[in-house]
């Protein structure tokens, strides 16, 4: 069985720009996470997704936004790139009983200069 | 969520047994304690959780005392593929939505040594 997928593995921009990374989740999951990872941090959660609908959003700002599709992939969508969101993007889905075990896909790492 | 604390760096030799012990002091009622582990370049992955006494599955063991204000990760007989980092995060895994995310701190950077 396959598991969380990303794309793209890594992406390159500049500031200013827009990006967009995507998520398909283990198949019968319908929950879905994104966290951001900065070198020598761990994962700080940025939006959860339940059936379609954001159902939480962490400390990030608004040019931060996603949503997930009918068949539980997710975009994340980052406008107006600054220096400070490079970082490995991490999408995890979950089943809905138990949140506190999520599967991690393998991650975007996005540079912006 | 409860924050924890847990060692920044731990090193260890092949063959031995690794104990990380993780502080929670304000640890809720209905919070449960999990484990991930990760590599460079991966996102984490799930090893274990439990919420009193002992917990056992293929990988690790986890202890848990009465007060369930710390908890430590054993990991048996570590080789050099089991350096990584070692996250210890608290919360309720059964709340409703699952609004808060996971919260992971700067977790334990374990390097196992020949």
């Known amino acids: 069985d396959a598991g969380v997928t990303q794309s793209p593995t890594h992406l390159i921009k500049t500031r200013g720009q827009h990006v967009t990374l995507r998520c398909s989740p283990i198949?019968?999951?319908?929950?879905v996470s994104w966290y951001q990872q900065v070198l020598g941090q761990g994962p700080q959660f940025i939006f959860q997704y339940y059936e379609k609908e954001e159902r939480g959003r962490g400390n990030f700002p608004d040019r931060f936004s996603a949503r997930q599709f009918p068949n539980y992939s997710s975009e994340l969508n980052v406008n107006a790139l600054l220096l400070g969101d490079s970082a490995l993007y991490l999408c995890a889905s979950s089943l809905a009983r138990n949140r506190n075990e999520q599967f991690f896909g393998p991650g975007t790492r996005l540079t912006v200069l | 969520l409860a924050k924890t604390t847990q060692p920044i760096s731990m090193d260890s030799y092949e063959g031995q047994e690794v104990n990380i012990t993780c502080s929670h002091n304000?640890?809720?009622?209905?919070?449960?304690i999990t484990w991930y582990q990760q590599f460079p370049s991966q996102g984490p992955r799930f090893i274990i959780q439990g919420y009193k006494t002992k917990v056992t599955n293929e990988v690790a063991s986890l202890f848990i005392p009465a007060d369930r204000k710390s908890s430590t990760l054993s990991l048996p007989r570590v080789s050099l593929s089991d350096t990584a980092v070692y996250y210890c995060l608290v919360g309720d895994p059964y709340s409703g939505g699952g609004a808060d995310g996971l919260t992971f701190g700067k977790g334990t950077h374990l390097i196992i040594q020949p």
């Open positions: 304000n640890i809720a009622t209905n919070d449960y």
């Open positions: 198949s019968g999951h319908k929950s």
